[in-house]
């Protein structure tokens, strides 16, 4: 059975990047019936940051990435935070010692800086010289007792290394530029190579899906698992992402937290379906690209991912967020949550000029779902009601250029009287729609003019939703108020 992991560091916030192989390992485990890990590689104390772990489940959950085993759903290959499994890594590693396959390192600090400074003159491609290698036992042992502190290195064979990619295939490594990389730190902690390596060995990792960027990583744990005795999982690596401009996104490039994603309007569903756009195809030709996560499990394969780096538009996520916004604003349930994410929006942006009736009426789930269903195909995110659609709660601001020109214009409407029939009759769309054409025949302006000059007394701007069905939704009372107030202005 397929068995993935993703193996966060607890450093930060999660990346774009970071959801795209959390969702491809993810995606994966369920389209064969397998088993979905979160690992925690907290190894690297100096770049820990409290409360992460706590945030990365959260966005994973809000993302609808859920894990079968790891923090607080331990399995039988817990632990699933590597600070809690240093003595499992000692083991293998004085096991590799005892073999010849490491050796301890007791180079300092400034010796190694100036191994690497001379790699670098003479362009080597490996830095260290293996000084300690040669090391004799009683050197070893008289630095051990003398407390001097060491590193671990891996005894790199001699000869080429030959990787095994899924998406980019056979790779041949020279040992020549195979570095004897470290596997234990000298405060006994190991490096990302050692416990990689091990625990998605003791785990049962089948698949190792990562980004691009550990591929040159891949002939070192190589070597480790071959001097283990181990069998290697199937290695997937995914291509790299570019911003429009071709440099290499990264998390200093700005508008990579998924945090931020979320707290900007953008619905999981969309942004999940976007990342998993960056670098596979769906195999179905699906030409609208647009796919609930359930689809997506449905569509995915390994084989669709491809070997080119993509680019992160943000275009195309507003695009993607737009129609997942229609589609669940096409069902109850959806709808539901659509207005459990506006309220709050709503009560932040308009809550203080609310009175304790508007509060039960336009914070009520009823008339949002109204104003949703309204306008949902003018907007591209959720917030762009409480923000550019803001006369579905407050009166407009009648002092713009505009809206003085349109009250100019409303003088020439000599139907006013049919206005005033909107307060004697149903208030229904068909009902306005004959009140708005009865104005349009007895006046002497043309429909787009006079649809023009009501959106601006209904809304104070030019440009939203039909003008009939958005004064259905907003109300027969407020639109008889921003009439009667515009018919003061003008007198």
């Known amino acids: 059975a397929v068995r993935v992991r993703f193996a966060p560091s607890p450093t930060g916030y999660l990346h774009l990047g970071g959801l795209r192989t959390a969702l491809f390992n993810y995606l994966l485990a369920r389209k064969t019936g397998g088993v979905f890990i979160l690992r925690i590689e907290d190894t690297d104390r100096e770049r820990y940051v409290p409360g992460s772990v706590e945030r990365l489940i959260s966005v994973l959950s809000w993302s609808g990435l859920t894990f079968d085993e790891g923090p607080g759903k331990n399995g039988s290959h817990g632990s699933y935070f590597q600070s809690e499994r240093t003595d499992i890594y000692k083991y293998h590693v004085d096991k590799l010692i005892k073999e010849g396959n490491a050796y301890r390192c007791f180079c300092t600090p400034e010796r190694l800086k100036q191994i690497r400074s001379f790699a670098q003159k003479v362009g080597k491609g490996v830095a260290y010289d293996r000084h300690c290698l040669y090391l004799s036992k009683r050197e070893i042992d008289q630095n051990l007792a003398q407390g001097i502190p060491y590193t671990v290195r891996l005894k790199t064979p001699d000869g080429s290394v030959f990787v095994k990619d899924l998406i980019y295939g056979n790779i041949i490594f020279n040992d020549k530029h195979i570095d004897d990389t470290i596997l234990l730190k000298s405060d006994g902690y190991p490096t990302y190579h050692l416990a990689n390596v091990i625990d998605d060995h003791l785990m049962g990792i089948t698949h190792v899906l990562r980004g691009e960027e550990w591929l040159p990583s891949t002939p070192k744990h190589t070597v480790l698992y071959k001097a283990l005795g181990w069998n290697l999982p199937e290695f997937v690596h995914l291509p790299l992402l570019f911003n429009p401009d071709r440099s290499k996104l990264s998390k200093r490039s700005g508008e990579v937290n998924v945090e931020d994603f979320a707290q900007r309007g953008y619905l999981p569903e969309a942004l999940i379906n976007f990342v998993a756009l960056l670098g596979w195809s769906s195999s179905s030709g699906k030409k609208d690209e647009i796919f609930t996560l359930d689809e997506l499990i449905s569509e995915f394969s390994l084989e669709h991912i491809g070997r080119s780096g993509a680019i992160v538009m943000r275009e195309k996520l507003d695009w993607l967020n737009k129609q997942h916004l229609i589609r669940k604003s096409e069902s109850q349930n959806g709808l539901v949550e659509l207005v459990s994410l506006l309220k709050p929006l709503v009560y932040e942006r308009f809550g203080k000029q609310f009175n304790e009736s508007d509060k039960e009426y336009k914070l009520g789930d009823i008339y949002l779902s109204k104003v949703i269903v309204t306008i949902k195909d003018r907007i591209q995110n959720i917030k762009d009601i409480a923000e550019l659609c803001g006369y579905f709660f407050v009166h407009p601001n009648y002092s713009s250029p505009e809206s003085k020109a349109a009250r100019s214009k409303l003088v020439a ?32 302006l043309k429909q787009n003019q006079v649809l023009m000059i009501l959106r601006y007394i209904i809304t104070g701007i030019k440009i939203g939703a039909g003008v009939v069905e958005t004064m259905k939704t907003i109300g027969k009372d407020t639109i008889l108020q921003r009439i009667n107030k515009v018919l003061e202005l003008i007198n």
């Open 413 to 444: 409407m000599i139907a006013l009287e049919q206005i005033n029939l909107l307060n004697k009759t149903e208030f229904e769309v068909d009902t306005i729609k004959s009140i708005v054409n009865n104005i349009i025949l007895t006046s002497q």
